[in-house]
């Protein structure tokens, strides 16, 4: 099992390019997160899903997209990039929704760069 | 509403000497409570967590953790420091208020182990 995966690892781009985070996993998981990670905040939620066919809000949405394509992968997109969204992003996959016990796993992450 | 403290930024210590990582939780409901630790570069990897059954909790590599409802603490503990665990470590309560399996960071602490 790869576990979750996400591509890029890497991204640069100049201020108001739009580019779309992938996300995967196979480990038959319902739920998928996408947080982003910035110095001294810990990780914030900025969108997820709860099953497939359903996405929500987390706590910081705005300037992003999601996409639960399948029950395997989750995108995000960024219309119109701004330095403000420079960040490390990671993917996160849980079991199912409606149990809070269920632990998270991660990807490795997306390191972006706005110029 | 949910909420996760933990008490330091930084902690640095030698290695072999113990190693005590404070988190305090704040939560509405039964919470299950979770230790993340993420090596520099590198995803998220769960180190243990607390679900209402034993309240010390072990996980991997030596770290447990005591759950402490009357004190609303999930304290992170390990006899003996290893150089290799030097890293971020995250304290996390499952958003109990809700069907969707979200998690609450706190803003992590760094461990430093000095040779």
């Known amino acids: 099992n790869a576990g979750v995966t996400q591509t890029p690892k890497f991204q640069v781009l100049k201020t108001g390019q739009s580019m779309t985070l992938q996300c995967a996993q196979d480990m038959n998981h319902n739920s998928m997160y996408w947080y982003r990670q910035d110095p001294g905040m810990g990780l914030r939620l900025i969108y997820y899903s709860a099953s497939e066919g359903t996405t929500d809000k987390g706590e910081v949405p705005n300037g992003y997209n999601v996409s639960r394509l399948n029950k395997r992968e989750f995108s995000l997109r960024l219309e119109s990039a701004a330095p403000s969204q420079t960040s490390v992003y990671f993917c996160?996959?849980?079991?199912?929704?409606?149990?809070?016990?269920?632990?998270?796993?991660f990807g490795p992450g997306t390191r972006l760069t706005v110029t | 509403a949910q909420s996760v403290t933990q008490l330091d930024s930084h902690v640095s210590v030698s290695e072999g000497t113990p190693v005590l990582l404070r988190c305090n939780y704040s939560s509405s409901y039964s919470p299950s409570l979770f230790w993340y630790v993420q090596h520099p570069n590198k995803g998220l990897q769960l180190l243990l967590k607390?679900?209402?059954?034993?309240?010390l909790v072990k996980g991997i590599n030596g770290f447990e953790a005591e759950f402490k409802k009357s004190e609303t603490s999930f304290h992170l503990t390990k006899p003996s420091a290893h150089m290799s665990d030097a890293a971020e470590y995250f304290c996390?309560?499952?958003?109990?208020?809700?069907?969707?399996?979200?998690?609450?960071f706190g803003q992590g602490t760094t461990l430093q182990v000095k040779p």
């Open positions: 996390v309560v499952s958003d109990g208020s809700s069907n969707t399996g979200k998690l609450i």
């Open positions: 996160a996959s849980s079991r199912r929704p409606g149990q809070t016990y269920y632990e998270q796993y």
């Open positions: 607390y679900t209402s059954a034993a309240t």
